[in-house]
T-cell receptor
Framework: EDQVTQSPEALRLQEGESSSLNCSYT??????LFWYRQDPGKGPEFLFT???AGEEKEKERLKATLTKKESFLHITAPKPEDSATYLC???????????FGTGTLLAVQP | NAGVTQTPKFRILKIGQSMTLQCAQD?????MYWYRQDPGMGLKLIYY???????DKGEVPNGYNVSRSTTEDFPLRLELAAPSQTSVYFC??????????FGSGTQLSVL
């Protein structure tokens, strides 16, 4: 069964304390892995798409990487405004539809 | 620069009532989607459309209906609302790249 698992469920960091979020997936024939950011009371906002193992994408303090089984979202020197829920989704398998993980709730304290 | 617009933002229904959640996009996207988001659960696909006049079921379609008469609009109809339909509903659109643009959501409570 196609599946996406994100860890940890929640993460609390001090401002400037770098860390990584994990997204592991089992899907046959990955067609793309997506990272979204979701702020409270809002819809998810697109961050990155990764298509093949070894690929990396960067945006400000965020860097996403991809292997054959998982993706990491690295957050370097986070600021309080990086606080949000980060969602991972994969497109692959038989359905050709996005499968979302449950997200990681990130809180960055000043 | 509206993107995807959803209305209403909040709604309380009684069991058995019906309602339509509205969704409109101004990006000329062919693909549109309805998701529901429950606490601790990932976004679940309810229905989707690949173009005007074409709709198909997603992962959790029971209790819902959709129509797509124009490229811009993709309303979601709830018939005979049940407590299990209490959720936050998101509409999204895309140009086909799977980069989805989401609306701000409708929080629905069925009591």
């Amino acid at each position: 069964e196609d599946q996406v698992t994100q860890s940890p469920e929640a993460l609390r960091l001090q401002e400037g304390e770098s860390s990584s979020l994990n997204c592991s997936y089992t899907v046959s024939g990955l067609r793309g892995l997506f990272w979204y950011r979701q702020d409270p009371g809002k819809g998810p906002e697109f961050l990155f798409t990764l298509y093949s193992a070894g690929e990396e994408k960067e945006k400000e303090r965020l860097k996403a990487t991809l292997t054959k089984k998982e993706s990491f979202l690295h957050i370097t020197a986070p600021k309080p405004e990086d606080s949000a829920t980060y969602l991972c989704a994969v497109n692959g398998g038989a359905t050709n539809k996005l499968i979302f993980g449950t997200g990681t709730l990130l809180a960055v304290q000043p | 620069n509206a993107g995807v617009t959803q209305t209403p933002k909040f709604r309380i229904l009684k069991i058995g009532q019906s309602m339509t959640l509205q969704c409109a996009q101004d990006m000329n996207h062919n693909y549109m989607y309805w998701y529901r988001q429950d606490p601790g659960m990932g976004l679940k696909l309810i229905y989707y459309s690949v173009g005007a006049g074409i709709t198909d079921k997603g992962e959790v379609p029971n209790g819902y209906n959709v129509s797509r008469s124009t490229t811009e609009d993709f309303p979601l109809r709830l018939e005979l609302a049940a407590p299990s339909q209490t959720s936050v509903y998101f509409c999204a659109s895309s140009g086909g790249s799977e980069k989805l643009f989401f609306g701000s959501g409708t929080q629905l409570s069925v009591l």
